[in-house]
């Protein structure tokens, strides 16, 4: 079956600007995570969906938002973009959760200039 | 707030096995350690997932000992291609709210040898 798919895979965006990417779950998974990987601060993760609720999240501020559509598909979004967010974000996805494997995404390579 | 700890980097020849240890303290008492592999510009892919004492697929074995403040992954008869990242994930609660936060290890570079 198809992977887990993110769009774009790469971006660039200016200092100030805001910023949607795009995350399609393996059909049939419930769970959808993100997470944002940079070499100084390694993997982090930002917030898990499930059934369209947010259901866990981790130490970012509110710049960070995501929501989950009734297909699963998720949509992560960071506005007032800073030189730090520069990160390769990854999306992945689960049956029932972080608890249970997971299937990442390539990731989307931002760069903030 | 949970922290966890891996070696930065290891060397193994092939054939060898080779075990990576992560330290976390203050982990989710009822949630599972997962490990995941990492390949340059690839997403993690899972591993292995243990609760607790020994648990083996058919690639690796994990450890976790009664106290669950570490666990220690095995991969037996290394390759080549088993160079990469590892990283253990783990769970701590947020007891206020009742969710959780998923922390990554710091990650262990593995470089396999010839």
């Known amino acids: 079956k198809a992977g887990v798919t993110q769009t774009p895979r790469y971006l660039i965006k200016t200092r100030g600007q805001q910023v949607t990417l795009s995350c399609s779950p393996i059909?049939?998974?419930?769970?959808v995570s993100w997470y944002q990987q940079t070499p100084g601060q390694g993997l982090q993760f930002l917030f898990e969906?499930?059934?369209?609720?947010?259901?866990n999240k981790g130490n970012f501020p509110g710049r960070f938002s995501g929501r989950q559509f009734s297909n699963s598909r998720s949509e992560m979004n960071v506005s007032t973009l800073e030189l730090g967010d520069s990160a390769l974000y990854l999306c992945?996805?689960?049956?029932?959760?972080?608890?249970?494997?997971?299937?990442f995404g390539p990731g989307t390579r931002l760069t903030v200039t | 707030l949970a922290k966890t700890t891996q070696p930065i980097s290891m060397d193994s020849y092939e054939g060898q096995e080779v075990n990576i240890t992560c330290s976390h303290n203050?982990?989710?008492?009822?949630?599972?350690i997962t490990w995941y592999q990492q390949f340059p510009s690839q997403g993690p892919r899972f591993i292995i997932q243990g609760y607790k004492t020994k648990v083996t697929n058919e690639v690796a074995s994990l450890f976790i000992p009664a106290d669950r403040k570490s666990s220690t992954l095995s991969l037996p008869r290394v390759s080549l291609s088993d160079t990469a990242v590892y990283y253990c994930?783990?769970?701590?609660?947020?007891?206020?709210?009742?969710?959780?936060?998923?922390?990554f290890g710091t990650g262990t570079r593995l470089k396999v040898l010839a």
């Open positions: 969906y499930f059934s369209e609720t947010q259901r």
């Open positions: 059909s049939g998974h419930r769970s």
């Open positions: 994930l783990v769970g701590d609660p947020e007891f206020t709210s009742g969710t959780y936060k998923y922390i």
């Open positions: 992945a996805s689960s049956l029932e959760g972080l608890a249970t494997e997971q299937y």
């Open positions: 203050n982990i989710a008492t009822n949630d599972y």
